[in-house]
């Protein structure tokens, strides 16, 4: 093992240098090693201290990662994928075959190995055996990403940057619409900012009681309160549970529904027809839609989709869940094009409470009750990917599982959290009774992504 170390350039190169500068002191005398060194050990005080985020990237988590790979995943690796099972005998020359490393990466709460697979060993044997890989590495939370047929990334979180109330993210200096494909609501496991795609896609956040769905409408809505106030964000909103969660930012709504479920089915209805409207208007002119105070996006939010759907009572309620359930399947179906989005929020996740669910391409799933919910609100296998949603502890509100169009594995995020003094500041700022007149260039500064409330935040301290 120790051989198979030295022989890789990781390993020697730094050995080979470190030998050559002792060769050289003793050759030349210590005082031009020690000038060398001292200028070295200056420069890079001087890069740490001007460039934190540069000298982190570059040197901490390379030396990082080159310090894992060779002291912390090597010396147990043969072993850990042979008591795993993770291995095959050639036939021919009676070799024992197993998973190798080929790179390590490491970031400030992850490490991310990058296995070689030799032939008999699939990536569904190695996403088996990431139970058995949690605890032998101590890790907090395992995932296995192939990277491409014979080649998989299993990922080490050693850290949980979520662990810490994240507080709401400043507004850019200046709007870009563009920006609207990727607003920052909060982090992601590996502290990166948490950027969610609104235009072109319809979003369904689900999660029991007290899971912190508001964290994400709440973040949302804030990340857009700027574009609301200068006309190129609509949002309609629909409270079926009596105003109780949307009323503390009701001027933010250009229409707003919480008593009468017949207003809230036309609502609906008028949205859809309007939908229609558009679709005429921009045929032909754009294959893709861009917001403007002319046509401005128009974001539908429903709190708590099950009041609607399954929960109104009598002949009169079926009626009503009907021609709501008609006129979601019209906005669903395509509203992403004609710049129309659903926001809907669920405590439950069946087919009966959510039955255009495939037509959400933005899947959030925070705290569920089980496995099986997991695989309802986010698809099948999606517990297997990480997707532990059944794991979040209540003490986490605003943690989830995000599930976005074209990626396969979900991401773990977590949503900042608005008090409801700051909703109503929010709201009678930017809502349409608002003072403030945000600018709108197409040449923008945008913020600083790793910054809370004008502080830097690092990587792996989002909080």
């Known amino acids: 093992m120790i051989a198979s170390q030295l022989r890789h350039p990781g390993v020697m190169l730094p050995l080979l240098g470190a030998s050559a500068l002792g060769v050289y002191g003793v050759t030349q005398g210590w005082t031009r090693p020690l ?33 894992r790979r060779w002291f912390r995943y090597a010396p147990r690796w043969w072993f850990w994928m042979g008591r795993l099972g993770l291995s095959v005998t050639d036939e021919m020359t009676g ?47 395992v995932a296995v990403r192939e990277l491409e047929p014979g080649r998989v990334w299993v990922d080490f979180f050693t850290a949980d940057p979520l662990r810490k109330t994240i507080l709401p993210l400043p507004h850019p200096a200046r709007l870009n619409v563009r920006d609207l494909d990727g607003l920052v609501l909060g982090y992601c496991e590996d ?13 369904f956040v689900c999660g029991v009681s007290g ?16 574009y609301i106030k200068a006309g190129l964000v609509v949002v309609h909103g ?41 679709t005429k208007l921009l045929r032909g002119k754009a294959r893709k839609f861009t917001a403007s ?70 899947k959030i799933a925070m705290r569920l009750d089980n496995e099986a919910q997991v695989e309802m609100a986010l698809g099948e296998g999606a517990r297997d990917l990480g997707a532990e949603c059944d794991r979040i502890p209540e003490s986490l509100p605003g943690v989830a599982y995000v599930l976005q169009e074209g990626k396969r594995e979900p991401v773990r995020v977590r949503a900042a959290y608005m008090t409801d003094d700051a909703i109503r500041h929010m709201a009678t700022t930017y809502g349409l009774r608002g003072a403030i007149e945000p600018a709108v260039n197409d040449s923008v500064t945008l913020m600083n992504p790793n910054t809370v409330n004008g502080e830097v935040v690092e990587s792996g301290e989002a909080a």
Not at 191 to 203: C, E, F, S
Not at 212 to 226: I, Y
Not at 251 to 272: I, P, V, W
Request: proline fraction near 5%; include cysteine; aromatic fraction near 8%.
């Open 238 to 278: 629909i409270d079926p549970k009596g105003g109780m969660e949307l009323e503390f930012g009701r001027e933010l709504f250009d229409r707003y529904e919480a008593d009468d479920y017949e207003a809230m089915a036309e609502m609906l209805e008028q949205d859809a027809d309007y939908l229609d409207d558009r």
């Open 95 to 141: 070799w024992i075959l197993r998973p190798r490393i080929l790179k390590v990466r490491s970031t400030g709460c992850i490490d991310s190995v990058l296995l070689d697979l030799p032939l008999g060993v699939r990536t569904d044997q190695v996403m088996e055996a990431v139970p058995d890989l949690r605890h032998a590495a101590k890790a907090r939370r």
């Open 293 to 362: 105070r002319e046509t401005p996006f128009v974001l539908i939010v429903i709190d708590e989709l099950m009041q609607l759907t399954v929960l109104l009572p009598g002949t009169e309620g079926r009626r009503l869940s009907a021609r709501i359930d008609v006129a979601l399947g019209r906005l669903l179906g395509k509203g992403r094009a004609p710049g129309f989005s659903v926001l809907a929020t669920s405590l439950l996740v069946t087919k009966d409470v959510v039955s255009w669910r495939e037509l959400f391409p933005t």
């Open 35 to 67: 000038i060398g060194t001292s200028v070295l050990v200056a420069i890079l005080a001087v890069w740490a201290l001007a460039w934190r985020a540069s000298f982190r990237n570059h040197v901490v988590y390379r030396v990082k990662a080159w310090y």
């Open 191 to 203: 502290g990166t900012p948490w950027r969610l795609k609104v235009t072109d896609r319809h979003i």
């Open 211 to 226: 899971a912190g769905k508001s964290s994400v409408l709440w973040s949302l809505l804030w990340a857009l309160a700027p």
